[in-house]
């Protein structure tokens, strides 16, 4: 064989690996039309995250499968709150003594507004909206 028609071979061989390579990872319109996430994991609007009984007042849970913490600052008002900490990302570990807390620098954030009580964050934790019915909290 000469030596351009090798390189045209391997060239196609190359490609054609490629190609087959993109379309397993390509999904090709067979993705999951469910909730758009993909993972399974995250709760349907709607769905109960928390019964009100789970979360202490002046103190909260974090729900680690919706990227969120709910918090009770005072008895029969829930606020929730995205658990990424706005300083670097990390997840928030807990509720202590009225504040949110981020194990990665120590950040903190008041319960009932999500606002920064103690840096290196800046940024106060944005709400998310939630429903309570009954005994039940869910997205809202």
Do not use: N, W, Y
């Amino acid at each position: 064989m000469s030596g351009v028609a090798r390189r045209t071979v391997v060239s196609a061989a190359g490609a054609a690996g490629l190609a087959a390579a993109l379309a397993a990872c390509g999904g090709g319109g067979t993705e999951d039309k469910g909730t758009g996430t993909g993972t399974g994991t995250e709760e349907q609007p709607g769905a109960t995250l928390a019964r009100t009984g789970d979360i202490p007042v002046g103190g909260g849970k974090v729900i680690a499968g919706q990227g969120l913490v709910i918090t009770q600052p005072k008895a029969g008002e829930f606020h929730a709150f995205s658990s990424k900490c706005t300083h670097a990302g990390c997840a928030v570990s807990g509720v202590k003594d009225g504040v949110i807390v981020c194990p990665c620098h120590q950040s903190q954030f008041d319960v009932s507004d999500g606002s920064v009580k103690g840096g290196p964050a800046t940024a106060p934790l944005p709400p998310t909206p939630i429903q309570v019915v009954g005994d039940e909290i869910s997205l809202g």
